[in-house]
């Protein structure tokens, strides 16, 4: 059920808050307030769409802030979305226009849920240091989204390797958790050279492929080169090819088609391997699975400056 409330305030907002949990029974309890810093502009039901998927499995309450003009009167619209129109969740969206679209942190505080963790997440644009924005100091986890738009340049991973603060993690890292585990299998079969060097192939301003470079880094101490390419096919997984050079024995995974991936091992029979891109409902309730903070994004982010990309 949607409960609109124009030409509102966070009183009011709370009261019905209160009201829909009396008439509609919402008796899971919430696990933690997830606040998403969204735009005017930005595809607000597809938002939500992932929101309501990954809250069968993190119960939350949902505060979802869109930054109107400055220029226009303040106020702040908003409705309540319970019941079918929010998963396991409750969520809250908030128009704020005129003076309150640059004080979203003063609106959604008195709607934070007491004694549960507070997770932010940009769907779309981001601030530039996320741990020092005003939504950012309210919550444990900040999640953004840096491949959204046109993508990331260098300068702009270099900028958020800089300025990682604990807590801090990115939509494209989590993407990559599943490619992760079928590169560490493939490394793990017979024979056990040590690798001299790794190539990782992907699109330009594809920040999963640096992202990926710079983990492969991390855990090797090895060099690595990240090399741009053209996608094998409309839809495939963003990391084209990778290889490990080895004295004989080199090991490659890489993209066959849209949902496959080929593993190549000298010695054994080459493994295809079902991979393809996971939603962003899939990729954010893997975020929310893990309120700690991230020490291998971390490290990835701090091995960024040192992978070639000559």
């Known amino acids: 059920m949607i409960i609109p409330l ?23 309890g919430r696990v933690l307030t997830l606040i998403v810093a969204a ?16 809250s069968h499995e993190h119960p939350s309450r949902v505060l979802v802030v869109i930054a109107g003009s400055h220029l226009e009167e303040t106020h702040l619209d908003a409705e ?21 679209s640059a ?10 849920l007491p004694d549960t963790p507070i997770v932010a ?3 779309t644009k981001c601030p ?14 900040r999640i953004t989204n840096v491949a959204y738009g046109e993508g990331a340049t ?23 958790t599943l490619w992760r585990g079928i590169v560490a299998s493939a490394l793990d079969r017979h024979p056990h050279e040590p690798v001299e060097s790794v190539e990782v192939c ?59 991936v080929r593993v190549q091992v000298p010695g054994s029979p080459d493994s295809l391997v079902s991979l393809g891109i996971r939603s962003q409902a899939e990729v954010l309730s893997e975020e929310l699975r893990h309120l700690d903070s991230d020490k291998t994004y971390a490290h990835t982010l701090r091995a960024l400056p040192r992978v070639d990309y000559s």
């Open 154 to 176: 260098h300068e702009e991973l270099m900028q958020l390797s800089h300025g990682y603060t604990p807590g801090d993690s990115d939509m494209s890292w989590a993407a990559i």
């Open 103 to 112: 004080q979203a942190e003063s609106v959604v505080t008195p709607l934070l």
């Open 80 to 100: 309540l979305r319970v019941g079918g129109e929010a998963g396991a969740s409750e969520i809250v969206v908030m128009h704020l226009k005129g003076a309150l």
């Open 39 to 54: 735009n005017e502009g930005d595809d607000i039901e597809a938002i939500l769409s992932s929101v309501r998927d990954a």
């Open 6 to 28: 124009p030409d509102t305030t966070t009183r009011k907002i709370s009261k019905k808050l209160v009201e829909a949990q009396e008439h509609y029974t919402l008796t899971t």
């Open 202 to 260: 992907g699109a330009q301003l594809n920040p999963a492929a640096d992202f990926a470079a710079g983990w492969l880094l991390d855990a090797l101490s090895v060099p690595v080169h990240r090399n741009v390419t053209q996608s094998p096919e409309k839809g495939s997984f963003p990391i084209h090819s990778l290889r490990f050079n080895r004295v004989s024995s080199h090991v490659t995974v890489e993209v066959v088609d849209a949902g496959t």
């Open 121 to 123: 997440w940009w769907p």
């Open 128 to 141: 530039e240091h996320p741990a020092r924005s005003p939504i950012g100091k309210l919550a444990q986890r």
